[in-house]
Every structure is written in structure tokens, then in C-alpha cells.
């Protein structure tokens, strides 16, 4: 049987962004019978939050959506986490970069870096961001579009990684 995908998705407090990321694209590999072929994770280039649960904003906008993250703790982004994922997905540009402070050769994050939103599609014409807005601090309605960008951007990077593009 072949090794599982290592999936890591990365913001800057690991407790709003990423752990939803992590949490829903856990969610559709699971749905999609695809558990023993994906490890799924979060982090944050910060230790501002680490070892603490989500946000309650992206607790409760997950369970509303049938997903349970409340389980999941924060953690910094490591060097190491270069090596141990094969695939690296930032929340927006400032994480991006702040990833990047960490590659020596950058040949060796070709084709393993990304930015979240490289794999959301255009829903209504108005374009699209780069950046996976942050809602800390702010009210439940950042927190559902925060939703709704990641749940269709881990879906598509779903059909990406497992070639049904
Ligand atoms: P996240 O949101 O990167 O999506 O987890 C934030 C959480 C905490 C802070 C900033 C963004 N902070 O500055 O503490």
C-alpha cells in the first residue's frame, strides 16, 4: 500500500483559518472514503495561541457545517514541517512568505507550496483574492466566509491530489 499524503495547512495563530481547513478537508477525505490515503494537519508561523483549541467563532461555524474541530490544539510552524509534508497549503501571501524565511534551497517547496486560494474556483464572476481573509477579532459573518472559501478551496484541492480534476 502506498505511504499517505501529508497535508499541512498553515495560518498565522493556528486557531481560527488553518484548523478549519484542516478539520473540513478531514472531513472530505473521510466522505470521499479516502482516510488511509491522507494525513491531515495544522500549524501556525506563530506561537501566539500555542497549545490552545480553535477560535470559538470557527468551532461553532464547523459544527454548524457538521465538523468538529474542537478537538484540535494549535502549533508552530517548524523547519522540519518542510520535510514531513508533501504538501504545504498557506491561508494568505504574509503566511506564504513567512514560510518561505524558512526554505533554504527553494527548489525543494516547487510544487509542494501553496496558497490556499490557488484552488478555489470564481463562483459569481467578481473575481478572486489571494488571501484566505483573517476573522479574528471579528463576528460570525467572517468566520462563514471563511467557511465557504475553505470548503471550496479543500475540495478542489482534493480532486488535484487525487488526479480527479
Ligand atoms: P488565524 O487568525 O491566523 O487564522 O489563526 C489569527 C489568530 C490570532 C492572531 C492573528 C490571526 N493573533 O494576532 O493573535
Do not use: K
Not at 479516502?34 to 483549541?53: I, K
Not at 457545517?65 to 514531513?84: A, N, P, T, W
Request: contains cysteine; aromatic residues 6%.
Amino acid at each position: 500500500m502506498s505511504t499517505p499524503t501529508r497535508v499541512l495547512f498553515v495560518c498565522l495563530g493556528n486557531i481560527c483559518r488553518s484548523p478549519l481547513a484542516e478539520g473540513v478537508f478531514r472531513h472530505q477525505v473521510e466522505a470521499a472514503g479516502l482516510s488511509h490515503r491522507f494525513q491531515v494537519d495544522s500549524a501556525g508561523t506563530s506561537s501566539y495561541h500555542a497549545g490552545e483549541a480553535p477560535d470559538p467563532g470557527s468551532v461553532r461555524v464547523a459544527r454548524q457545517h457538521g465538523v468538529d474541530i474542537s478537538g484540535q490544539r494549535s502549533r508552530q510552524f517548524v523547519r522540519q514541517d518542510l520535510e514531513r509534508f508533501d504538501v504545504i497549503v498557506a491561508m494568505d501571501r504574509s503566511n506564504h512568505r513567512n514560510i518561505l524565511r524558512l526554505v533554504e534551497d527553494i527548489e525543494t517547496v516547487r510544487g509542494r507550496l501553496w496558497l490556499m486560494r490557488n484552488f478555489e474556483e470564481e463562483v459569481d464572476g467578481s473575481g478572486l483574492d489571494e488571501d484566505v481573509p483573517d476573522p479574528w477579532g471579528g463576528g460570525p459573518r467572517g468566520f462563514e466566509t471563511v467557511y465557504e472559501i475553505v470548503e471550496r478551496s479543500c475540495a478542489n484541492l482534493l480532486r488535484h491530489l487525487t488526479g480527479a480534476a
